[in-house]
């Protein structure tokens, strides 16, 4: 066999590999997550992965790598046989040598190299289509002011805080959705699966468009933890350019103003707990260089001796020990004597079928639910223990989904229902809405949690959010979900140099 052959196989490997993996790669991420998006997937690209829960990597390696190695081995057995390479098999049958010069198998085997660059060709295609490459293309070479012309820097406002400072407690719930309160037709939906969270929200404060239970709309750039944590924080979604280099431990969205810096001005204390690795996604990053919070993850805690070294369970540890450890840094904080921030993420509603722990019960057929319902009843007994507790006369809690579930399974494509929406409630706040019938977004609670802390914001917007609190319109109010989101998705050039700091683009 010439060495012009055996470079020719090989490059003819190389490119139904690279169109195997691709394929498979979209295939994977289609069924496992719910209207997953390219910046989503570069985001991930840029940030550490460290900390991921290892069933749900393991569980991806083998799916997409057994894919992609029996798509592999099709093509290679597919071109062996044409080639006559595997006449021992067939102990060079006159049939199988008649098949070998027909004219099909003649041109697969002459034409491998393009028809496996082809395939990779199309592979492309098929995984830009799943990602909505395209839309992102698109929304980055279209140029749009509307974020400058609509974001206020905390800086630029005065921002006048009550003679004696609030405790603010900032509880993120994984993927919580008010829509899992009420059966939603042509979904996994059959119940209320959060009985406990709608009684809470009924008897304090929460924001909806109607009647219902209701929330705040989930816009591109905040649907999944990390850019939903910034967007309750900061009141901004999360770009992600090519030339992107702002989400590392140096610079992450340096020229961002999150209410952790507000809070740290004002001689707060300030805490993230998380039951995983902080570093995942870089959120260590984010709430470290915006508001210096004192960490509490699973590593920090097993410096502490406070988890056995070998301890892992789902993400980390699970929300059962998490609410555990809320409550011994709280009762800590509040000794301190000083006002202070306490913000938290739970992870065992994280998908596809959450964490069953020892205090699910088996109440539907399907473990999501159970999940669900157990992240109610957990939740809430937190929160009645706060209420308990001295500090909670003039502390604000607020209680929220980061963003709408990734579960693929929920929610198909064709199922009619009515909009999604992520969950909040407000309780013990300083002040009353003057109506909580409200179309908003998560980066609307910056300032509406500020307001809930008895501080008066001058001209009573944010970041991209309105207070609300007052009467002053939404952006989602003044221009409607689609549009906004459409612009939100657009290159800004005042975002990359301004928020994000970037000096070249790519």
């Known amino acids: 066999m010439s060495k012009r052959t055996v470079a020719y196989r090989i490059a003819a490997f190389i490119g139904l590999l690279a169109a195997s993996l691709l394929f498979s790669l979209a295939v994977w991420l289609d069924s496992e997550y719910d209207n997953v998006s390219i910046d989503q997937f570069l985001y991930q690209m840029k940030t550490p992965a460290s900390g991921a829960d290892l069933t749900l990597t393991f569980y991806a ?23 006559g390479l595997l006449s021992k098999w067939f102990k060079s049958s006159e049939r199988y040598a008649d ?3 027909s004219s099909v198998c003649r041109f697969i085997v ?3 190299l393009p028809i496996g660059l082809a395939l990779t060709v199309l592979a492309s ?9 395209p839309g992102y293309v698109r929304a980055m070479t279209d140029d749009s002011d509307f974020i400058e012309t609509h974001y206020v820097s905390p800086d630029d406002v005065t921002l006048q805080f009550p003679k004696e400072k609030r405790n603010l407690i900032y509880i993120f719930l994984e993927s919580m959705e008010s829509t899992f309160a009420a059966p939603v037709a042509g979904t996994a939906i059959t119940d209320n699966y959060i009985p406990e969270l709608v009684t809470m929200a009924e008897e304090n404060i929460h924001f909806s468009a109607d009647d219902t239970l209701g929330g705040a709309y989930s816009y591109a750039g905040t649907t999944w933890t990390a850019s939903a944590m910034v967007a309750h924080t900061a009141g901004i979604p999360v770009q992600v350019p090519l030339g992107a280099d702002s989400y ?7 020229g961002a103003v999150s209410i952790g810096e507000i809070l740290a001005r004002e001689g707060y204390s300030q805490v993230l707990l998380l039951g995983s690795d902080a570093s995942f996604a870089a959120r260590d990053a984010y709430f470290t260089e915006h508001g210096n919070y004192t960490i509490m993850d699973i590593n920090t805690l097993k410096a502490q001796n406070r988890l056995p070294q070998d301890y892992r369970e789902w993400w980390g540890f699970e929300d059962q020990k998490l609410f555990a450890f809320a409550k011994e840094e709280l009762t800590r904080l509040a000794a301190e004597g000083k006002p202070f921030n306490f913000t938290m993420l739970t992870a065992d509603t994280h998908f596809p079928d959450g964490y069953v722990c020892e205090l699910c019960n088996e109440e539907y057929d399907l473990s999501y639910p159970n999940v669900l319902r157990c992240s109610s009843r957990q939740t809430t007994a937190f929160i009645r223990w706060i209420q308990e507790q001295p500090f909670y006369s003039n502390t604000t809690v607020v209680v929220v989904g980061d963003h709408r579930t990734m579960d693929p399974d929920f929610f198909g494509d064709d199922a009619e ?12 706040a300083a002040v009353a809405p003057n109506s909580t019938r409200r179309e908003f977004g998560t980066f609307d609670m910056f300032p509406t949690t500020l307001a809930a802390m008895g501080v008066s914001i001058e001209g009573e917007r944010l970041g991209l959010g309105t207070n609300l609190f007052s009467d002053t319109a939404t952006l989602t109010e003044r221009f409607g979900f689609e549009a906004l989101d459409a612009e939100l998705q657009k290159r800004s050039a005042f975002y990359n140099e301004t928020i994000l700091e970037m000096t070249d683009e790519v």
Do not use: Q, W
């Open 61 to 83: 390696i083998l799916k997409v790598g057994l894919l992609c190695i029996l798509l592999t081995a099709v093509g290679v057995l597919l071109y062996m046989f044409c080639a």
């Open 99 to 101: 098949i070998c010069r």
């Open 110 to 112: 002459r034409c491998a």
């Open 125 to 133: 295609a098929f995984f830009a289509v799943k990602l909505k490459v």
């Open 248 to 254: 590392s431990e140096d610079t992450y969205m340096s």
């Open 417 to 428: 229902h009515a909009p999604r929406t992520v969950y909040n409630c407000i309780l013990n």
